[in-house]
């Protein structure tokens, strides 16, 4: 049931594996989904899913802040926001629009990776998140970034 749970979604420019039929490691972006045990990526927003990264056994100390092999170089449509997830199926490259989402994805990994762990519970949502009439889904909602 947690996996249902959204903690954060958005767009980032993905780092290309270089996996595919021409080796390519450019950056595209992704819209993701970030739920307690799955980073999932898409196309875009409602799009095809592209990708997933099991997020089960990671801890803090997967995350890199601004890795040193993926500093911005060139002139890729990414930004130098950069973020390096250590999963351990594989490593995943981000890069947010500002240094604000960068540092909120990085927040709500962390975060993740608590309520993955039973660490921590998934935050209730706040009263903002409920409309006038006190009804769920009539005001802004928690996982909406």
Do not use: H
């Not at 890069?95 to 660490?119: C, H, P, Y």
């Not at 921590?120 to 409309?131: E, I, N």
């Not at 009804?135 to 909406?144: E, M, R």
């Amino acid at each position: 049931m947690a996996d249902q749970q959204i903690l954060r979604t958005g767009v980032l420019f993905k780092k290309g594996s270089g996996m595919g039929p021409f080796g390519r490691k450019n950056w595209k972006p992704r819209y993701f989904v970030l739920t307690p045990s799955k980073l999932k990526y898409f196309t875009f927003e409602d799009g095809d899913l592209k990708g997933e990264v099991d997020l089960s056994g990671c801890d803090d100390n997967m995350i890199e802040v601004m890795p040193m092999d993926a500093m911005k170089t060139g002139s890729s449509a990414s930004t130098i926001w950069r973020v390096a997830i250590n999963a351990p199926e594989r490593r995943l490259l981000v890069a947010a629009g500002t240094e604000m989402e960068m540092n909120d994805w990085v927040d709500k990994l962390m975060l993740a990776f608590r309520i993955n762990s039973g660490q921590a519970a998934f935050p209730a949502p706040s009263r903002s998140s409920f409309g006038s009439n006190g009804a769920p889904g009539s005001g802004p909602t928690l996982n909406q970034s």
